[in-house]
């Protein structure tokens, strides 16, 4: 048994993590800059290190999730979620359930918010965002972003909705009351039900074949009938049907 291998089985019955279902050549890169960083010279070693020191554990849980994100992040498609998916929605009720999964750094359920905001008030929105780490949320909660991060946002959105302070800005707090956060293992924990909406870009990416088709069964199980979910540019499903899906646009898929 490889040191690898061995490393994952720990990982697991310590954290509930099962980094088997993350692509393997991508993992152990992340994780091999990371130990020999920290001075170790194998998994072995890096495991006791991790396992004795929380913020070393922190520091490895940072590394394994992914998160790069931005506001309007391809910002067609959230046209296409503005003008076409949020009307068809609200035809049917005016209270939206919706979910960001892993939502990294609270871009996407932000602007969630602000998209949804030109159809409803904003105290009247409420939006479900998780990711499985803890250190993302606390920052997502702050809602503070470099400019970099808003570079696809309308000009109008961003005079209305974010106050400059310095090099960054800050998110107002009547768009920080809609957002929700939580920690969320997309691998292991439940999904709730009767959403109308889910949001989950830019992930699906990292993880084997198996875990792709778990984690569409279980957003598939989690939408109620009319739901939509709402995937990233690289993360086209192919054969919806066998989620009991059918794209309703590009990137945005139905459950029948």
């Known amino acids: 048994m490889s ?25 152990k890169r992340r994780l091999t800059s990371l130990y020999e960083k920290r001075g170790c010279k194998n998994f072995t070693e890096y495991f ?11 520091e490895f849980l940072d590394r394994m ?31 939206l359930k919706c979910w960001s999964a892993a939502c990294s750094t609270g871009e996407e359920p932000y602007s969630m918010a602000m998209v949804l905001s030109n159809h409803l008030p904003l105290k009247e929105i409420t939006i479900s965002a998780t990711d499985l780490d803890n250190g ?8 503070l972003y470099p400019e970099r991060s808003l570079k696809e ?40 039900n009767d959403f109308d909406l889910i ?9 084997t074949e198996e875990a792709k088709h778990q984690i569409y069964t279980n957003f598939a199980k989690a939408l109620k009938p009319g739901g939509i979910l709402f995937v990233g540019s690289t993360e086209q499903i192919f054969s919806p049907e066998r ?5 309703e646009d590009t990137f945005f898929y139905k459950k029948i």
Request: aromatic share 12%; with cysteine.
């Open 3 to 27: 040191d690898y291998t061995k490393f994952i089985a720990s990982v697991k019955q310590k954290t509930g993590i099962d980094l088997s279902l993350y692509k393997e050549a991508q993992m």
């Open 48 to 58: 006791e290190v991790i396992r004795s020191d929380r913020t070393m554990m922190d």
């Open 65 to 95: 999730t992914i998160n790069v994100s931005e506001f309007y992040r391809n910002s067609q498609r959230w046209d296409v979620l503005d003008k076409k998916i949020l009307p068809q929605l609200l035809q049917k009720t005016k209270k």
């Open 136 to 143: 993302v949320i606390e920052k997502a909660k702050v809602g």
């Open 153 to 192: 946002v309308p000009a109008a959105v961003k005079q209305k909705y974010f106050k400059q302070e310095g090099q960054f800005f800050q998110v107002t707090d009547e768009v920080k009351k809609t957002v929700i956060f939580k920690q969320h293992n997309l691998l292991d924990d439940a999904y709730g």
């Open 199 to 207: 949001v989950c870009r830019n992930v699906m990416i990292y993880f």
């Open 243 to 247: 989620y009991g899906l059918e794209s």
